[in-house]
């Protein structure tokens, strides 16, 4: 049993960028299906697959690498809100990244989304993960 499954994505993923993996399996859950559609739409992973053919089902995500310097596209995975520790936030207070080039994952009431989604939104909400 798994205790924090977000965190387990995360490390899956840093993991696989340190050994220089192409392709990265993880088991999935909605909120991690979610985390992973925003990975692709804001560039930092090359595409994703959702595999739902066994009961639990599996998200597969090809990583993305510069093609010259093979450095990768993530550079940093962090977790911020725990079981233990929940951080939320206001729509007035939310949190900037590496002062914009970075992105926060936040899971609000309108769906997973960034910080910057949910300033357009007027949304605050439980501060995921940041990824830069």
Do not use: W
Not at 98 to 111: D, H, M, N
């Amino acid at each position: 049993m798994n205790t924090d499954p977000i965190a387990d994505y995360l490390t899956r993923v840093r993991n696989a960028i340190k050994a220089n993996h192409r392709v990265v399996e993880i088991p999935a859950s909605n909120i991690k299906k979610e985390i992973t559609k925003v990975l692709y739409h804001k560039g930092y992973i090359q595409s994703y697959r959702f595999d739902d053919s066994s009961v639990q089902g599996t998200i597969k995500i090809a990583l993305k690498y510069n093609p010259t310097t093979k450095a990768p596209a993530i550079t940093k995975l962090q977790r911020v809100s725990t079981p233990g520790l929940r951080q939320y936030v206001a729509s007035d207070n939310l949190p900037r990244v590496l002062s914009g080039l970075g992105v926060a994952i936040i899971s609000t009431s309108k769906g997973v989304m960034t910080e910057k989604e949910c300033k357009t939104e007027n949304v605050g909400g439980e501060v995921l993960c940041y990824v830069y």
